[in-house]
């Protein structure tokens, strides 16, 4: 049976024997010799014939025209096949730009291409004189390294005579002089390798300046950079490589069918060498290559060195002077050749070289935060003495370098190629293990070698939660100067733990001492023993307010102490105020802003995310003891802007956690096991330019994430297997800065600064609608049931009744209102709704308000203090008894809240006999009473008493709890008589002495 069949290739067309078998074209062709042998990949199958060469050949051929994973270079140009028209159309920029100048980006993915077409493909046509008068023009070709100024000095000083930089420009702008054309390989070296600023920018600048057009003469250089795409980020930090990358960069994409044949076939043609029949499809196949002779191949761009590999270990299987099929299997074949002959080297090593091989690969790779891992070139005596046995090490390097998997420069040692990076599955693995710990080596080798350039200045040593992340490093894994540095951190962080813990021994003997003391009272008399005792207290309490923005524990403690010295109304007021204010414990870790918290719904764990791509998980069994679980959850190779919002959420069961780096991809982990998080699934992607607000149904199966242009609804019931739910909910005119589900997961809210829309989810996949609500800088939301409270850069709160969402529950005159300027900066509702959360970016502060009444928001006091910025998030505890709160200064805080909820503002109070009754200052000259229970929250007794007073120094209670005085900065003493609460009256107001005190 058989159809017709499509015409092959010319150079195979005559007596193949090979036919292809697909879903278009079925052929079957037996041969009775038993020659017949079937090679099956993906959904094509190749039937060979005898057509091949005799096994045991001898082969008369000794070169080989692939260069494997170190690429094409000058060396091998004449073997260089398959970028005709890419390089037709790169020269042609390049004549171009002799008239207009500027820098020629050459951009794709790693492993696409770039510097064989740049070394050996753009160098030979210019020597072939494509381009007139181009093989006479001086060529520097070279890659920045880690002093990127260095490197471009050496090169033009070789041609311009000068290490002058101005003296270049003049000398090549010379129009009678022959070109130069600079080509920078690898550009992306300049990040991975060069860690100073200033180097970096003064490179630009000089490059940018070469390339320029000055005082109409023709640009000095013409300058070539090729760069991986994924390093535009950092390109763009710069703009005049940002300018260059969007002005007519040429990006190496993948070759067509026909260009990948010619480069397969063309090479081995000049050497006379010869491919058996089948072997060419079977090659593409493997790679993924679709028919089509001048479309794009649809193999993945970066595959290119697994080809060029493949095809060089075939030739060292080849039949005498043929490439063979079974050649080709012996190999591993395109996605197993690269892994095999790496293997196969380190199979080779002893134990001990084996284990020496992991340290030394690792270090020659820079672990990337927002870009893919790169190559990182090291000095070779470096890399060797340090390993901890140098002789080993340098077989080690020797062996790989033979297997052409390390390259060895004059002084320096690196992987040939990042193809070996994704590849080989070992290194991989080595690379992924503890790629937390890589980030903290490399960022405190990174921070040593600024350290030295700075003449080890002190300021430069690692201190607090950067030094505490170095307690797991083995210095053994680290470069001498990293070593010297990391010491010298500790040993400066132990004389400053010494120096403060001698202070605090001061402050606790002081205390001690006065302590100690109160017992000499029993010798002296009844009014010197409380004179004294009321000195002592002052004192304590003086260091008691020293110590409360600093350590409101210590201050606490402290208050107690001065009461149990003297038990006066001063003291008592201060206890009890103690007593009903929220304690912060901090959690110590992360490295930069944390952006973002959430409690699993058991409140046991807590987790965060930070600007340092890292999330932390915290036992909160005790809260006032909260314990790190397990190592930092990693998300690599994240790119995402600076600053951006990383949103999770834990699902109901807390079994898993769904996050977002702010990158455009959303990931997920098994955290069954806190201190052993495990990915799950592949991540969601295709979110806009990156997640800034993510949001969880009640019942777990609907995620809604936000981005910079829409709303996209999941179906997460399977979060292994996400599914996307309809289309995405537009209508947002700016970023969605946040996202809530309201009214028991009925209907979803999202948040854009200008206007918040409402949406009926009863229908997951097809949302409609409910309403539009308005709200001048909407940065945050938070919900509770059928209540939504949102946050203005207005400096407002509003709550909404989303039963009718269209009507606004708080009118004008009862809008809640932060202090300062800049608005709420973050909000939460208790899961009863009661309470109210508003982070004030103005005061640094955090209020929490009663909206039990949402029409009749009350304001709580104390204010929560603690941040030395404003609070980037805040989530309650599912007992509503505990808070969280993390700030833009890095920290984060666990609040425990008073179990009583003293709904008063007062800068200054004065409790009754037996603390029953409270006085309170609310606001210039008004006072109001309250009952206080022993259960229960304050009541308020009677009317705000106005007595005019301005400046209030003391507010005091008389024993008995029937008098009540106030002096203010003015010297008036103004008395109330309290007999009835409810009908407080004025009974005298008087001028005189400022008060000096607060005692009746």
Not at 319 to 331: I, S
Not at 526 to 547: F, K
Not at 858 to 875: C, E, I, K, Q, Y
């Amino acid at each position: 049976m058989s159809r017709a069949q499509p015409p092959l290739p010319e150079e195979e067309a005559a007596g193949s024997g090979m036919v292809r078998a697909g879903d278009e074209v079925i052929h079957f062709n037996v041969r009775a010799d038993g020659n017949s042998r079937v090679y099956q990949a993906e959904v094509q199958q190749f039937f060979l014939t005898s057509g091949k060469a005799p096994p045991g050949a001898v082969s008369t051929i000794t070169t080989c025209p692939y260069p494997g994973l170190s690429g094409f270079d000058r060396r091998y140009a004449d073997w260089f096949f398959g970028r005709g028209s890419l390089l037709s159309e790169l020269i042609a920029r390049l004549d171009r730009r002799q008239v207009s100048g500027g820098i020629q980006v050459v951009e794709g993915k790693s492993g696409a291409g770039k510097s064989s077409l740049l070394q050996a493909g753009l160098l030979r046509e210019l020597d072939l004189d494509r381009v007139p008068g181009s093989s006479r023009w001086h060529k520097c070709v070279f890659t920045p390294s880690n002093r990127p100024v260095e490197a471009l000095t050496e090169q033009l000083a070789q041609v311009t005579g000068t290490e002058d930089p101005d003296e270049w420009t003049c000398r090549l702008a010379a129009a009678d002089g022959p070109r130069l054309v600079v080509v920078i390989d690898q550009f992306e070296e300049l990040f991975t390798l060069c860690d100073d600023e200033e180097q970096r920018r003064r490179f630009v600048q000089l490059i940018v300046g070469l390339s320029g057009c000055r005082d109409g003469r023709r640009p000095a250089a013409l300058v070539v950079i090729g760069v991986r795409a994924d390093f535009y980020p950092a390109l763009s930090d710069h703009p005049e490589l940002r300018s260059a990358f969007h002005d007519g960069s040429l990006r190496v994409g993948a070759m067509s069918e026909a260009e990948l044949r010619e480069a397969v076939l063309r090479p081995a043609e000049k050497v006379g060498l010869s491919i058996e029949r089948g072997l060419v499809e079977l090659l593409f196949a493997d790679l993924g290559v679709t028919s089509g002779e001048t479309g794009p191949g649809s193999y993945e761009e970066g595959r290119l060195p697994l080809l060029a590999h493949a095809l060089r270990t075939t030739w060292q299987q080849r039949d005498g002077d043929t490439l063979t099929v079974d050649g080709y299997k012996q190999t591993g074949r395109i996605y197993g050749a690269l892994a095999k002959t790496a293997d196969q080297v380190y199979d080779r090593l002893p134990p001990e070289g084996g284990r020496l091989a992991e340290r030394l690969l690792v270090r020659l790779v820079k672990v990337g935060e927002q870009s893919e891992d790169a190559r990182r070139r090291i000095l070779y005596d470096e890399l060797v003495a340090t390993s901890g046995d140098p002789p080993l090490a340098a077989a080690v390097v020797d062996q790989f370098t033979s297997a052409r998997l390390l390259t060895r420069h004059r002084d320096t040692v690196e992987i040939t190629h990042e193809a070996l990076l994704r590849d080989w599955p070992r290194l991989h693995t080595w690379l992924n293990t503890d790629r937390i710990g890589r980030l903290s080596r490399q960022k405190l080798e990174e921070a040593a070698s600024t350290w030295e350039k700075q003449d080890r200045d002190p300021s430069f040593l690692y201190r607090g939660a950067n030094l505490e992340q170095t307690r797991e490093i083995d210095p053994a894994e680290l470069s001498t100067a990293a070593r010297a540095f990391l010491t010298a951190s500790r040993e400066s962080d132990l004389r400053e733990r010494r120096i403060r813990f001698a202070a605090k021994i001061t402050i606790a003997v002081l205390v001690l001492i006065l302590l100690a003391t109160t017992g000499v009272v029993i010798w002296q008399g009844l009014e010197a023993a409380q004179q004294r005792d009321m000195a002592r207290a002052s004192r304590i309490m003086v260091e008691a307010d020293r110590q409360r923005e600093s350590d409101a524990s210590l201050s606490a403690q402290l208050a107690l102490a001065a009461h149990r010295v003297k038990a006066d109304d001063d003291t008592f007021t201060r206890v009890i105020s103690e007593a009903n204010s929220a304690l912060p414990t901090p959690l110590l870790g992360h490295a930069d802003v944390v952006n973002s918290i959430t409690y699993r719904p058991d409140g046991r764990v807590l987790a965060s995310a930070g600007d340092d791509l890292t999330i932390r998980l915290w036992d909160l069994s005790d809260p006032a003891r909260p314990v790190p679980l397990g190592r930092p959850i990693g998300v690599p190779g994240a790119a995402r802007r600076e600053r951006s919002p990383q949103p999770m959420v834990f699902s109901p069961d807390g079994h898993t956690l769904i996050g977002s780096a702010g990158d455009e991809t959303i990931r997920a982990w098994d955290v069954s096991d806190p201190a052993r998080p495990v990915p799950l699934g592949r991540p969601i992607t295709g979110n806009g330019r990156g997640v800034t607000a993510m949001a969880l149904s009640p019942d777990g199966r609907t995620l809604a994430s936000g981005d910079d242009v829409a709303i996209r609804l999941w179906d997460v019931t399977d979060m292994a297997r996400p599914l996307p739910l309809g289309r995405p909910l537009t209508g947002h005119a700016h970023v969605i800065d946040a996202l809530t589900f309201v009214a028991d997961g009925h209907a979803l809210a999202g948040a854009d600064g200008q206007t918040i829309r409402l949406w009926n989810l009863d229908r997951p996949a097809r949302p409609t609608l409910l309403g539009v609500m308005k709200h001048t800088g909407v940065k945050d939301l938070a919900s509770v049931g059928e209540t939504l409270a949102s946050a203005g850069e207005d400096e407002t709160i509003r709550l909404w009744n989303i039963s009718r969402p269209e009507r606004q529950l708080i009118t004008e005159a009862g809008r809640l209102t932060v202090e300062g300027p800049g608005g709420p900066s973050a909000i939460a509702l208790s899961p009863d709704g009661r309470t109210l959360a508003v982070a004030d970016s103005g005061s640094r502060s955090i209020v929490l308000w009663d909206v039990s009444d949402p029409a009749r928001p009350t304001r709580l006091s104390p204010s929560l203090t603690g941040h030395t910025s404003g609070a980037s998030s805040l989530a309650f505890g599912p007992d509503g008894r505990t808070l969280a709160s993390a700030s833009y200064d890095r920290s984060l805080l666990l609040w425990n809240l008073p179990g009583s909820r003293l709904a008063i503002e007062g800068s200054a109070m004065a409790f009754g006999p037996g603390g029953r009754m409270l006085a309170s200052l609310h606001d210039i000259g008004s006072l109001r009473l309250w009952d206080v229970p022993d259960q229960g929250s304050p009541r308020p007794r009677g009317r705000p008493l106005r007595s005019q007073a301005r400046g209030i120094d003391a507010v005091a209670m008389s024993p008995d709890g029937r008098m009540l005085a106030i002096c203010d900065s003015d010297g008036h003493t103004v008395l109330w008589d309290l007999s009835d609460p409810a009908k407080a009256c004025l009974i005298i107001r008087r001028g005189g002495a400022r008060a000096a005190g607060k005692r009746w």
